[in-house]
């Protein structure tokens, strides 16, 4: 497995690479990992974490090369593709070419991004950034002899041949999907009585506003109410909150950086979760995801990422578009049913079991390629 991230550095998909990585080793797969740090070889969890500065860059290749030649055959690469993890400011076009030349080797690509976004009106570096990134994207895709995607729309920016045969994975919950009640008690019990509106997220500027604009209402209209923010950036976030509406000193709370375990029991022990998102729901969402394993009712938003099956699914409470007094008013009307939220948290798990879980992935990981005149369902 080639990645631009791998823990104990943090991000999604270092999180997901580990995750994947570790059930292959569990299931008997000889699973070596190739991800840039201080220069190291670990044996942990059954697999081989091989470790290197600058592994990405021309200078890195070399030795990256004679790494994997000293694997033995058949040898099935397996890359987590973002362009900005490899380093030369994503535009690392030397790797994208090693990767296409690597003939020997059965290679499968999984798209998290793909491009960065093209605009006329862009300063010209960021025009050269979009192009490069088109290039690049050409260069691995059309070498790779399997395609993955965590979103369908990846699939758009494919060239057309690829595309075809581009399969659509989402990304399963990196966090435990299951949590024994005993710790969820204690988590209820630690917090206090009220009403728990919970957010897990990273508290960036794409979520920092629309958040705001939906919880604090919400929590405003009850005292009664708590919001729970969970994720890293929840501490630095709720003490902005709190300058601007010192009132709900009492309500909102944080955990910032919980390992995966307490996370989970946090997440289990809210009655509601509220996501919105400026690009909508999608499946690339470990957030989403996280919160469906557990069977938590979960409020959000369509966007231009947004898959169609979320409105089939009803998986989710979901509004269409971003506007803040829609989510709100969903919201409201689930915390004024109990029954409701009852049965949304438990089509959320059905449809995670069915669609998203771990063993769907796992399962297309460890079988073959489809063959060349057919595509898998």
């Known amino acids: ?13 270092s999180d997901y690479t580990q995750l994947i990585a570790r059930e292959l080793a569990r299931r008997g797969a000889e699973v070596h990992v190739w991800a840039p740090g201080e220069a190291g070889e670990a044996h942990e969890d059954g697999l081989t974490v091989h ?16 790494g994997l030649d000293r694997c033995r055959k058949p040898r099935r690469l397996l890359l987590q593709y973002v362009p900005h993890a490899f ?11 090693w990767f296409a030349a690597r003939r020997g080797d059965e290679r499968w690509v999984f798209f998290h991004e793909v491009v960065y976004p093209w605009s006329l009106g862009a300063p010209l570096r ?35 041949r690829v595309r ?23 988590v209820r019990a630690e917090l206090g009585e009220g009403l728990l509106l919970g957010h897990f997220g990273t508290y960036g500027i794409a979520t920092s506003e629309p958040l705001g604009r939906v919880l604090v209402p919400l929590l405003r209209a009850d005292p009664r109410r708590r919001g729970l923010l969970l994720g890293r950036g929840s501490t630095p976030w709720r003490e902005g909150q709190l300058r601007n509406h010192p009132e709900l000193s009492g309500q909102l709370l944080s955990r910032d950086s919980l390992a995966p375990d307490a996370l989970a029991a946090h ?73 409701e939220r009852a049965a949304l948290g438990a089509r959320a798990v059905e449809v995670y079991r069915e669609r998203f879980s771990l063993e769907r992935t796992l399962e297309v990981l460890l079988s073959p390629a489809p063959t060349a005149g057919g595509e898998r369902p």
């Open 1 to 13: 497995m080639l990645t631009g991230e791998y823990p104990p550095q943090p991000g999604g998909v």
């Open 51 to 66: 470790r290197a500065p600058s592994l990405f860059t021309p200078a890195g290749l070399v030795r990256l090369s004679r």
């Open 87 to 97: 380093g030369l400011k994503a535009m690392n076009v030397p790797f994208c070419a």
């Open 126 to 160: 960021h025009q050269l950034l979009a192009a490069t990134t088109r290039v690049m994207l050409r260069l691995v895709a059309s070498a790779a002899d399997r395609t993955f995607v965590s979103i369908p729309t990846w699939a758009e920016h494919l060239p057309t």
């Open 164 to 186: 075809r045969h581009t399969e659509w994975r989402p990304v399963p919950s990196n966090f435990p999907t299951e949590v024994p009640p005993e710790a969820v008690a204690r």
């Open 267 to 339: 997440l289990a022990a809210c009655e509601l979760l509220v996501q919105p998102y400026l690009d909508g729901v999608s499946t690339r969402r470990g957030t989403t995801m996280a919160s469906l394993a557990l069977g938590r009712p979960l409020v959000t938003n369509t966007g231009h990422l947004t898959e169609p099956l979320w409105r089939e699914l009803d998986a989710v409470a979901l509004v269409e578009g971003t506007a803040p007094a829609t989510l709100v008013e969903a919201a409201e009307r689930l915390l004024a049913r109990p029954e």
